[in-house]
């Protein structure tokens, strides 16, 4: 056998294989309900208008240059699209501030490639999104905690990021609807990142993956508008907005895109010409389609379906939770975020769920960077029918009733 180990770079062995990943595999047992994977309900894919899309792009001469290599900027029409689409949000801003990526995912790995030399610290929510501490992680940064709204001096922070070998380098936060929480950060908290942000010298990265997904309460802005109305241009601003079509119109043909100011989108859209040219041309065209076409049609019809089913969730979790448990109770997205008593393991409560009640979930830990937060779980609502719902959370909270004893 080869060792492996001694020929990869260090920055590997920070890789490990994702606790979400392998509960996927479990969507797949029919007796097991599950409320693991936070993705997209496949029957809500706008499969005829992309079908439409794609044969459009067939039929006519557009298929030459869908089929062939292009800018790294990404596809000029779904570019323009987008700075409509972000003037609506108070981001207003010029072509050379939008840039397409191969999913979001993809920014945050390149946000990371950018800002983070071994030992830097990036701010993080305890817990954050797993997939951003694994993009992160492969730069080998060290993480700070960051609070929205919290008053943790701008001193702390750069001293603890210097004993730790390196300087902070951004704050990064999903303001909406969280993964894994479910929480949104409010005007006040958003202010407060920016404050923050300002007297560390750092680029915030706000990370807008479920922001259409609102379902009731009001919108609040992007810290990007909230930096812009302050600042005037979006080419003064340090916040630079991650968003995807993956939760709107499919993830599948990963189209992904950043807004920010123009000399951070110039730097990405060289490590864009390194690492793979460019997204997809096609999927590109067929979003830009089926997005001009119908975006604001589908998004309804997407948060139609979700926001029941959040209501769903969020009433069965009251009716059969034991006392002793709480969790979050989101305006929008996909998850909501349970805390169990104090010295419960959530991991360990998945483990015989899977054996007996047959309910599969996310245990949280993984989403913290400092590997606290045993005693939490991650469930989504996206793909769970009513009586999956009712049944699932039935049978979870009669486990962890058993287990409080
Ligand atoms: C918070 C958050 N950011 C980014 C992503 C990545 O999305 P995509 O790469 O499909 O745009 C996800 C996917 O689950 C997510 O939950």
Partial sequence: MLNWDNMFATRSTRMRASEIRELLKLLD?????????????????????????????????????????????????????????????????????????????????????????????????????????????????SYDQLTPGGNRTPDSYREAAAQKGGKVKFAYLSADFSNPTGETVDRDGREKVLKLAEELDIAVIEDAAYQSLRYDGNPIPPILALEIAEKGHINDTRTIYCGSFSKTLAPGLRVGFIVANAPVIRKLVLMKQAADLHSSTINQMAISEVAERGFDAQVGKVRAVYSQRRNAMLAALEKYMPSGTSWTKPEGGMFIWVTLPEGMDGAKLLAKSLESAKVAFVPGQAFFADGSGANTFRVSFSCANDQMIDEGISRLGRLIAGEIG
């Fill in 29 to 141: 047992r029919p007796d097991i309900i599950s409320f693991a994977g936070g993705i997209p309900d496949p029957a809500l894919f706008p499969d005829k208008e992309f079908r439409q899309a794609y044969a459009d792009i067939f039929d006519s001469s557009a298929v030459n240059s869908a089929l062939q290599y292009s800018v790294s900027e990404g596809y000029k029409p779904l570019r323009e699209w987008l700075v409509k689409q972000m003037a609506d949000l108070g981001i207003p801003c010029a072509l050379d501030n939008v840039f397409i990526v191969s999913g979001s995912q993809q920014g945050l790995d390149y946000l990371g490639k950018l800002f983070l030399s071994p030992n830097d610290t990036a701010l993080v929510t305890w817990p954050t999104y797993l997939g951003a501490l694994q993009a992160f992680n492969a730069y080998e940064p």
